[in-house]
């Protein structure tokens, strides 16, 4: 069923390093919701890389369209398959977003930074942080379990990873108590095939009370 209702649940997604698929989770999400549940979703990026951009330049030949603009403020910066992307809207735009209508914001933070803890990140409905159980990632994972902890583990996480071996993902998620999401791997996460349905939509129901109505 779809999410009914006028208030946007909002999915923040972190990363315990670069490269471990933050962008790559977040499109696939906002397709599934969009293509799958028929909800209303939008991306934004406000991780330091800057992402977003590079990928409405690579669709600059019209594979993507713009969107109706009402104002340079209020309008996304591009559309693909029916996903508003915002590129870089800072945390005083963020409201304008949410007064926008869509069911779903889905907010791309990049690298967690434990020292400085985005705080619109602590405010997101669900809060997944994708890791890797590659062996030579690993050390970024677990020191950022170690290191929440301490510094900014209010609220629930979600924990994700789309690579790595077996035995380690079972250590990590028996010595923090937690569950690693097995990521559904696609190299393009604008195509989704009803293998990935069901993964995404565990990772989004499990959090009681939130994502139930999908």
């Known amino acids: 069923m779809r999410k009914t209702g006028i208030c946007s649940i909002t999915i923040g997604i972190t990363g315990t390093d670069e490269h471990v698929g933050v962008t790559h989770l977040s499109i696939m999400l906002a397709n599934y919701l969009v293509s ?18 590079v990928l409405q330049e690579i669709y600059q030949d019209g594979l993507y369209q713009e969107p109706d603009k009402k104002t340079d403020r209020d309008c996304a910066d591009f559309q693909m398959h029916k996903v508003d992307y915002y590129s870089q809207r800072r945390q005083k735009n963020i409201a304008n ?75 990590i998620e028996k010595k923090y108590h937690i569950q690693i999401h097995k990521i ?31």
Do not use: T
């Not at 209303?40 to 406000?46: L, N």
């Not at 020191?143 to 979600?158: F, H, T, Y």
């Open 36 to 53: 799958k549940e028929r909800c209303r979703a939008a991306v934004v990026d406000m991780s330091l890389s800057n992402s977003f951009a």
């Open 184 to 214: 559904p791997f696609e190299e393009d996460p604008f195509q989704l095939h009803r293998k990935h349905f069901e993964p995404l939509k565990i990772m989004l129901q499990e959090e009681s009370g939130v994502c139930n109505r999908i």
């Open 97 to 171: 977003i949410f007064q926008m209508g869509y069911e779903y914001i889905i907010i791309d933070f990049g690298k967690l930074s434990l020292h400085n803890c985005h705080s619109e990140l602590l405010r997101c409905h669900v809060r997944i942080l994708v890791g890797s159980c590659c062996e030579w990632q690993q050390q970024a994972f677990l020191q950022v379990l170690e290191e929440k902890q301490q510094l900014c583990d209010a609220g629930s996480w979600k924990y994700a990873a789309f690579l790595g071996i077996q035995e380690i993902r079972s250590r």
